[in-house]
């Protein structure tokens, strides 16, 4: 009997992930800033799903029906949220009708107008 990949179980494949410079996604157009977090977002996916990156399907699909349920999903949000330096609602990341449009979400909240840190209360200044 073969296994299927289970949250939480990486394979060699998925266990990689690359985060995006934030300058760069900053000073890129939205369409390349997209294209750089769709590759972040499919690698935080394959990682946590236990797939590969490139089988993460990212505009047909729920977050649920990836299998990102609440616990997977506060995983998602904390380890996105610590790579980006960002904020993310979690009611938002687990309704999204598609991985795309969590990616449209980051590259909204990371172009130019939104590069400066978190101040210390833990929110974008």
Known sequence: ???MPQAGR???SAAEVSV???AALAAADHSERSS???TYV???LGRLLGIPPQSVDTTDRPMNSLGIGSIAGLELQYRMEAALQVE???????LANSAAELVDCLAGQLGEARTSPRSDSGVMA
């Open 1 to 3: 009997m073969t296994a």
């Open 10 to 12: 990486a394979c060699p």
């Open 20 to 22: 995006p410079d934030r």
């Open 36 to 38: 750089m977090l769709d």
């Open 42 to 44: 499919r690698q935080e």
């Open 88 to 94: 993310l609602n979690l009611q938002m990341l687990l």
